[in-house]
């Protein structure tokens, strides 16, 4: 059975500050790996995603997040927080089958 | 923006009543999905279409059905609503592309909700 983990259900950062979102995952089968933001009343819009190609991807808006195999963890991160950046984010995985499971989301707050 | 609307965006109805909602997309993709979004449970999936007439039911599928008549319409039916299915309910498409290793790497783009509020 595929299931994703996120740490941290709130996040909160200073504006300039590192932006690290926690996600591990639990796959039978060598996953793909998504990142989703979603700002209020809206739907959710890709960040970035990895199929295997390179471990490290680099996403929109200047997130990027690694793939780990040994540690079944797909970590986003920003090196520096903007306002802009407040929004609920969430981890997925698919497996063959067009099937997405998602995360519970985090929420990121930006503190000024 | 992938070419995804939903209708209507927000509704309130009453306990016992049918509700349609409609997802329509100009993309041509194969794949539509219904999920349901709650607070502390993410996007859970209800039900999904591989194609016209092809559906498939999700991880959350009781007290929901669904048709596909067109590639472009996808349409969720609570056939009789409860207040359990007051939710956010997000419609997404995605176009089947194998991976290196024959995998699918299908990447799901998503429509801007329904606000479903059951009295």
């Known amino acids: 059975a595929q299931s994703v983990t996120q740490l941290g259900s709130h996040v909160s950062v200073s504006e300039g500050a590192l932006v690290l979102l926690r996600c591990n995952y639990s796959?039978?089968?060598?996953?793909?790996l998504f990142w989703y933001v979603q700002y209020p009343n809206q739907g959710l819009q890709l960040l970035l995603k990895?199929?295997?190609?390179?471990?490290l991807v680099k996403g929109i808006n200047g997130f990027e997040a690694e793939f780990k195999k040994s540690e079944t963890s797909f970590h986003l991160t920003k090196p520096s927080a903007h306002m802009s950046d407040a929004a609920e984010y969430f981890c997925?995985?698919?497996?063959?089958?067009?099937?997405?499971?998602f995360g519970t989301g985090t929420s990121l707050t930006v503190i000024p | 923006d992938a070419g995804i609307t939903q209708s209507p965006r927000h509704k309130v109805t009453e306990t016992g009543t049918p509700v349609t909602l409609r997802c329509h997309q100009t993309?041509?993709?194969?794949?539509m999905y219904w999920y349901r979004q709650d607070p502390g449970h993410g996007l859970r999936l209800i039900h999904y279409?591989?194609?016209?007439?092809?559906?498939d039911k999700g991880e959350v599928s009781d007290g929901y059905s669904v048709s596909r008549s067109k590639t472009e319409d996808f349409l969720l039916t609570l056939e009789s609503a409860t207040s359990s299915q007051t939710s956010v309910y997000f419609c997404?498409?995605?176009?089947?592309?194998?991976?290196?290793?024959?995998?699918?790497?299908?990447?799901?783009?998503f429509g801007p909700g329904t606000r479903l509020t059951v009295l």
């Open positions: 997925a995985v698919s497996v063959i089958g067009n099937q997405f499971y």
């Open positions: 997404a498409i995605s176009e089947p592309q194998m991976g290196e290793d024959s995998g699918s790497t299908d990447t799901q783009y």
């Open positions: 796959s039978s089968v060598p996953p793909y």
């Open positions: 993309e041509n993709h194969r794949y």
């Open positions: 279409s591989y194609g016209v007439k092809d559906t």
């Open positions: 990895y199929t295997s190609a390179a471990t």
